[in-house]
């Protein structure tokens, strides 16, 4: 697999990030901290868009908080203890010290703890697409992979523990799901468990607890149990995937806390009338949103499926005589909400602006022949099909329905022409 990884250097995302145009970085802004230039941020907003759709679906609940904290927050959660290397600096702010969070998890401890709840709310599944800091090492830095100002994809849900094993087994049916639409492949499911060291929250009766927890959770799934990959508070389910130069990483995590609903004070109300101690499972379905887009990137040499692609539809009028039909084209699929662009003959010969749409999956030449009719296309394929000339309408519709239901087949066979 490595070997064969190895053989397509042509497509590392931080070499296609800059030539496609999707992202760069710049001294004065600074290692670590790239910005998205407008096609690598409609990759990026699409894709958030996605998680936020999925989420909504499996019964979340959206927040926003801050990127900032107190220190006595982070203290308050173990991370200043067991964390605070891959921290950025307290700031100085009147006569307190404030920090760039490393996690949002404490925040939304607080967002949990600042109502009563009944066990009847529970599970209780709070997400957030939000921004972390970690204080990473010039060396590692490197493209998406590794920055310093992270857009993480995170979710913490309250429930019961009676609740938690069956929460995580959703959790983890929707990476699955997430994975089959953004044609990614798990390379495998590891166990991370604590290691050496006194990194780890020091609670054997914690860690047996959630590490049977999570056991049951991937019964059934195959997977590596590993030590010294945990997280400081408790283990976690990894699901790794490989990039082309074979290299394993961590994109997606599900975690079953007690520390945090411990160190916090969390609980609600039982059925007796009582306090009790929620459990707290934590859950990212595609990690940083810098990472997911590099592996995308790279999995998919920057032809993206069609749903997530930065440009869906070009329209290449052969002359100018043709402008105005094409100028009609692209706006209909504008109305239909797809992404679509004309590429008129001052960009170049035919044959010149079919080769730079290479990577856009559907293309529709406008012809002399085409124009007179009215409503005909001439149409070509990223995978170099050509169905030829169909109706405009038929084309937007085919072209919507493939990104309405996020389909990998660019042009499926009418029913009469299937085999």
């Given at each position: ?238 699901v790794q995937i490989v990039d082309r130069a074979g290299r394993e990483s ?51 040499g920057g032809a993206f499926p069609a749903w997530l692609a930065p440009v ?108």
């Amino acid at each position: 697999m490595n070997a064969d990884h190895a053989d397509h250097p042509q497509h590392d995302h931080r070499r296609l990030g800059r030539e496609l145009d999707l992202f760069d970085t710049d001294p004065l802004m600074g290692a670590g901290l790239p910005y998205w230039l407008p096609d690598g941020a409609v990759v990026r907003h699409t894709l958030e868009e996605y998680v936020r759709e999925a989420e909504r679906g499996a019964g979340y609940r959206h927040v926003y908080s801050p990127v900032l904290g107190k220190r006595e927050l982070y203290e308050i959660s173990g991370h200043w203890d067991h964390y605070s290397e891959d921290m950025f600096p307290p700031m100085k702010l009147g006569g307190e010290e404030v920090v760039l969070r490393p996690s949002l998890c404490p925040h939304h401890a607080l967002i949990y703890r600042s109502r009563s709840h009944s066990y009847r709310e529970l599970p209780l599944r709070m997400a957030e697409l939000g921004g972390m800091y970690r204080s990473e090492l010039s060396g590692v830095l490197g493209g998406l992979t590794r920055v310093r100002s992270i857009q993480l994809n995170d979710a913490h849900i309250f429930c019961t523990l009676d609740q938690a094993v069956e929460e995580a087994r959703a959790a983890l049916a929707l990476i699955r799901r997430a994975y089959a639409d953004l044609g990614i492949r798990a390379a495998r499911y590891r166990l991370s468990l604590p290691g050496e060291g006194n990194k780890y929250v020091a609670d054997p009766e914690l860690w047996r607890r959630a590490t049977a927890l999570l056991e049951q959770v991937l019964d059934g799934v195959e997977y590596e149990a590993v030590e010294g990959e945990a997280a400081f508070y408790g283990p976690k389910i990894d699901v790794q995937i490989v990039d082309r130069a074979g290299r394993e990483s961590t994109l997606s995590t599900v975690q079953i806390d007690f520390h945090q609903p411990e160190r916090f004070d969390l609980h609600y109300i039982g059925p007796d009338g009582a306090k009790h101690r929620p459990v707290m499972v934590h859950r990212s379905i595609i990690g940083s949103v810098e990472r997911a887009v590099a592996h995308l990137i790279e999995e998919h040499g920057g032809a993206f499926p069609a749903w997530l692609a930065p440009v869906q539809l070009v329209v290449l009028p052969v002359a100018e005589e043709q402008y105005g039909q094409a100028e009609k084209v692209v706006r209909r699929a504008l109305d239909l909400g797809l992404r679509a662009e004309l590429a008129g003959p001052e960009h170049g010969t035919l044959g010149a602006r079919v080769r730079h749409a290479r990577l856009v999956p559907y293309v529709a030449v406008i012809g002399e022949r085409e124009a007179a009719d009215g409503d005909l296309a001439a149409v070509r394929l990223r995978d170099g099909r050509r169905p030829g000339a169909v109706s405009v309408a038929e084309l937007l519709a085919r072209v919507e329905g493939v990104v309405r239901t996020r389909g990998g087949e660019l042009w499926a066979a009418a029913p009469h022409q299937a085999a």
